[in-house]
T-cell receptor
Framework: GAVVSQHPSWVICKSGTSVKIECRSLDFQATTMFWYRQFPKQSLMLMATSNEGSKATYEQGVEKDKFLINHASLTLSTLTVTSAHPEDSSFYIC???????????FGDGTRLSIL | SQQGEEDPQALSIQEGENATMNCSYKTSINNLQWYRQNSGRGLVHLILIRSNEREKHSGRLRVTLDTSKKSSSLLITASRAADTASYFCAIDSGTYKYIFGTGTRLKVLA
């Protein structure tokens, strides 16, 4: 079964709304999680590294004030897309590093559509 | 930035044929992984190969790694229509951050 749960799987909302996506590790403690973004027919682009108990590390070109990441517990990281606009519409996927070894475990993704 | 370049970008074959896709990268690696993604869905982990390994098998899948050429290949033998998907390599250079390749879209015709 799934070891990383991502919720919601699909969300549609109006422009200007903030949207929160959750990523949970189900049977292990994940000190490090990762957030990726994928546009249609393109690859996954790493957005940020989420570290439990500390600030996230963002990749170059990713707006940290736009994409707020909180990793308040060892099993939960959240990505909040603030004041979302149509150009933020994308497929967002999280992964969690398993301290027991590789590979990382990926969530099933969240399809975000901003109208 | 993308560290993995894959080719071909798209591949269309008949059922029963073999499919080969290649991944090239730029930095040293700790390990390299291959994933499958069906349209609009999450990732399915296929194989992990470590930097000190040259070849790994899993069922109909065969992965090779040539660190001197900074390249890896994924071979799917006796392909099936259900293998139709996008395939990505993911590179871990030792930081645990996975950098994904550009992907190969495979279509297997029944």
């Amino acid at each position: 079964g799934a070891v990383v749960s991502q919720h919601p799987s699909w969300v549609i909302c109006k422009s200007g709304t903030s949207v929160k996506i959750e990523c949970r590790s189900l049977d292990f403690q994940a000190t490090t999680m990762f957030w990726y973004r994928q546009f249609p027919k393109q690859s996954l682009m790493l957005m940020a590294t989420s570290n439990e108990g500390s600030k996230a590390t963002y990749e170059q070109g990713v707006e940290k004030d736009k994409f707020l990441i909180n990793h308040a517990s060892l099993t939960l990281s959240t990505l909040t897309v603030t004041s979302a606009h149509p150009e933020d519409s994308s497929f967002y996927i999280c992964s969690a590093r398993d301290p027991r070894g590789e590979p990382q475990h990926f969530g099933d993704g969240t399809r975000l559509s901003i109208l | 930035s993308q560290q993995g370049e894959e080719d071909p970008q798209a591949l269309s074959i008949q059922e029963g044929e073999n499919a080969t896709m290649n991944c090239s990268y730029k930095t040293s690696i700790n390990n390299l992984q291959w994933y499958r993604q069906n349209s609009g869905r999450g990732l399915v982990h296929l194989i992990l190969i470590r930097s000190n390994e040259r070849e790994k098998h899993s069922g109909r899948l065969r992965v090779t790694l040539d660190t001197s050429k900074k390249s890896s290949s994924l071979l799917i033998t006796a392909s099936r229509a259900a293998d139709t998907a996008s395939y990505f390599c993911a590179i871990d250079s030792g930081t645990y951050k996975y950098i994904f390749g550009t992907g190969t879209r495979l279509k297997v015709l029944a």
